[in-house]
């Protein structure tokens, strides 16, 4: 029988259901903790220390200050469930306000509220939030989550109370953290909100809404980043478009886009008489740049890093609205997509907009995505650049775009690395490789690599073309000259490839391409030898969404692969290959993650003696079932593997911390290997074992022993010893 939803969306009982609050101290989550609790939900609030509590005690109308923390406090007891004040100054110094005061004196608007959302109560918070074996985590935001009917996914939609909605602070939000967050006040006004908390007996049920943000007192932005950067205060010129000096300034911390008052000219005019405007800071020659109220219209603007809350994208644009800041209404325009950034016509153009703040696109009520001021960080994760400044012209050019100059310093384009390992089935493994990260001056990637081990000796090279056609799109080419000695046979063989592979989305990949590979292939069960010219064009469609790759704590990965044989030679029939594999990973708290994958795979179109051993299903070793040899899961002729047209596998692993650096895992590993063209469910070669963990800064490093639990007569040891970095998978 199916669990009905809860009020919640979720499928459990209210009562088995655990929802961390995140407590202001305000009318409005204090609403969202006490009718979650009166609903009979497992309600724990968990308020957040943001600075200096003595400086915060006499402090109101701010979010968070200290009158709010004991507030929160006192909501709580009277109503009876846990609450938590976590000390978090640490983080908000780091994450908001050192990032405010960096973003004015560069000259930019920054909107300190979105950057706390954004990291300390939607990263951190959430963080906690899944320590405490949270189901979710509910806010009283007004803006409302709705679930699509067609993709079943969440959305982000514009508050049904316009004067209340909160999108534009919440623009940040990915579709992780949404999943996971509720917003039960969306769907109300600030009125019925207070009409609930006096039904609810709540003290603070007439309290004012907080207005400023919590650590500029008054709205007084300069004064804080003097305070926290008294150098900020260095005095300059007020220059207007043609250069000319109209007189001096205490500081550009004390301008912002679109002022006209207070900026000390003495109410100096343009040449037709109109006032002036700050049409820009520049912060490298330390001017504020005037001019009139035209300067500052725009009616294109670009904007980059986008989150971006919508898989579909016109390629002939899309019509929205869009709201530019916090207090103004939303504005019709078109939006087109390019990439990773976005370019907006505004159908009307809008004057004062600014760097660092916030454009964020509705499709009739539902958030479509946002723009921050940094480029940078994008720029730096290709790998080619070791430094970004990103720069934006004291005028803006007839047609009102915004232009931005990036000054690059390019990294070191050349790298070489080197790995070891050690199974006990397989012996010490040597891994060296070089790479050139921007071969050709497009970022094109070089590599060679070279593979030593008991069974293996390979060398690869690869070149790869990324922004192949198009911005989404990579050209890959591969070639090696590889030897191989098992026990189920000997191979030499020199290979090639060519592949294209597209990103469709965040998480979803695919690949389609056409490799050639010459072999001479020793069967060791028959011991014939063989020669083979296989054509085969493999395929491949990759969903994944783990949080990361080397050491993930939830998520899934789920590949699927098809590629058809022939063989050139004529000594092999075609065959057609496929594979299956799934991964996914639940993370209980920070500490504690369960993973498990699964897999199958079949070969079809000719008997198993007739495809080339090099290309059968085989199993057991260190990346698939442990405590077995390599190849020791599955059919065997004469006490020497001979591997199968099907396979499946299937994996759990528990992993838990037990300090920063050392970690430990459980696991349990079964497969079975079949020479049917269908997967066998029985029959299973079953290995468990234990293992340790060491974290490092590029990712675990993993050490396990693992010993047959059944089909013990298949395998020449009672354990196997594995050393590699990164998880098992």
């Given at each position: ?11 459990k009982?209210?009562?088995d ?9 305000g009318?409005d ?6 009718l ?5 939900y497992d309600v ?8 200096d509590?003595?400086?915060?005690v ?8 200290g ?23 640490d ?28 990291t300390?109560k ?9 320590d405490?074996s ?6 009283g935001?007004?803006?409302k ?5 067609k ?20 623009f940040?939000t ?19 909100t ?16 907080s ?31 043609n250069g ?21 000219i ?29 300067a500052?219209?725009r ?22 609205t ?20 976005a ?46 400044d990103?720069?934006i012209?004291?005028?803006a ?14 990294r ?5 690395r ?10 010490i ?16 990637k070089l ?25 989404d799109q ?15 046979f000997?191979d030499?063989?020199?290979?090639s490839?060519?592949s294209?592979s597209?990103?469709f ?5 695919g690949?389609?391409?056409?490799a ?10 028959t ?11 493999p ?14 704590h939830?998520?899934w ?5 098809m590629?058809?044989f022939?063989?050139a030679?004529g ?5 057609f290959?496929?594979?299956l ?13 369960l ?8 070969i ?61 895992v ?21 290995g ?9 800064s ?18 020449d040891?009672n ?11």
């Open positions: 029988m199916t669990q009905k939803l809860n009020s919640l969306g979720i499928a009982d209210p009562k259901t655990r929802v961390v609050v995140a407590m202001s101290g009318v989550s204090s609403v969202t903790a006490a979650l609790h009166e609903e009979g724990v609030g968990v308020t957040l220390q943001l600075y509590y003595g400086k915060a006499d402090r109101k109308g701010a979010c968070c200050a009158q709010d923390i004991y507030d929160a406090k006192r909501v709580a007891e009277e109503k009876g469930f846990p609450h938590y004040v976590l000390n978090y100054e983080n908000f110094r780091e994450s908001v306000m050192d990032d405010f005061v960096e973003s004015y004196m560069n000259g930019q608007t920054p909107i300190p509220c979105v950057r706390c959302n954004q300390v939607f990263r951190d918070l959430l963080k906690v939030a899944h405490l949270a189901d979710c985590m509910a806010t935001h007004y803006i989550r709705v679930i699509n009917n993709t079943d996914k969440a959305e982000l939609h514009r508050a049904v109370d316009n004067g209340k909605d909160q999108s534009y602070f919440l940040a990915t579709q992780e953290q949404l999943d996971f967050l509720r917003f039960p006040l969306g769907a109300w006004t600030k009125d019925k207070r009409e609930q908390a006096e039904r609810l007996g709540l003290l603070v049920c007439n309290k004012p809404d207005q400023d943000i919590c650590f500029v007192p008054n709205g007084d932005y300069a004064s804080v980043v003097k305070k926290m950067k008294p150098e900020a205060e260095k005095h300059g010129n007020i220059v207007d478009l000319r000096i109209m007189g001096k300034h205490d500081g550009i911390i004390h301008y912002t886009i679109g002022q006209r008052k207070g900026l000390g003495g109410g100096g005019q343009n040449d037709d008489n109109s006032p002036f405007y700050v049409v820009r800071v520049d912060p490298k020659l330390n001017e504020v740049i005037v001019g009139p109220k035209e500052l219209a009616d294109i603007i670009h904007i980059t890093d986008c989150n971006w809350l919508d898989d579909n994208m016109p390629a002939d644009g899309l019509n929205i869009i709201k530019l800041r916090s207090v103004s209404p939303v504005s019709p325009a078109k939006l087109y997509m390019k990439g990773d950034t370019e907006i016509h505004l159908n009307t153009p809008q004057y004062g907009i600014a760097a660092g703040q916030a454009a964020v696109c509705y499709d009739e009520g539902r958030v479509l995505g946002e723009k921050i001021n940094s480029l940078r960080a994008k720029l730096l994760a290709t790998g080619l650049f070791s430094r970004a990103i720069n012209p004291d005028t050019p007839a047609d009102n775009s915004i232009p931005v100059t990036v000054n690059l310093k390019e070191a384009n050349r790298t070489i080197a790995g070891l390992s050690y199974y006990t089935d397989e012996g493994g040597l891994i060296v490789g070089w790479a050139h990260r921007n071969f050709l001056g497009a970022a094109e590599e060679a690599q070279l593979k030593l081990s008991q069974l293996q000796q390979k060398l690869s090279a690869s070149l790869t073309k990324p922004f192949f056609i198009r911005k990579t050209l890959s080419f591969d070639a090696s000259l590889e030897r191989q000695d098992t026990d189920a000997e030499i063989n020199i290979g490839s060519a294209i597209r990103s989305n965040k998480r979803l990949t690949s389609t391409g056409i050639m590979k010459i072999s001479h292939i020793t069967d060791k069960n011991n014939l030898t063989d020669n083979f010219g296989l054509i085969s064009f395929n491949a469609l990759t969903f994944d969404n783990r949080d990361d790759k080397l050491d993930p939830k998520g990965k789920i590949k699927g692969t590629e058809p022939i063989d030679f000594t092999s029939d075609p065959f290959k496929t594979r594999s799934a991964s996914t990973y639940y993370g209980f708290t920070s500490d504690v993650v993973a498990m994958r699964g897999s199958v795979g079949s079809m179109g000719a008997d198993i003696e007739n495809i080339p051993a090099t290309e059968r299903f085989y199993s057991g070793g260190g990346g698939s079932v442990r405590g077995f040899g390599y190849q020791e899961v599955g059919p065997t002729t004469n006490g020497d593997p001979s591997g199968g047209a099907s396979l499946v596998e299937g994996s759990t692993e528990l992993r838990f911390k037990l300090t920063d650096k050392i970690g430990a459980t696991f349990v590993d079964a497969g079975n290997v079949s020479e049917e063209i269908a997967p066998q469910f029985s029959n299973f070669s079953v468990a074992g234990i293992g340790l963990r060491y974290y490092t590029f990712g675990p490093l993993r050490f396990d022993v693992g010993t047959p639990l059944t089909n013990k007569e298949d395998t040891q354990y196997q010893i594995y050393i590699s970095i990164g998880q098992a998978f």
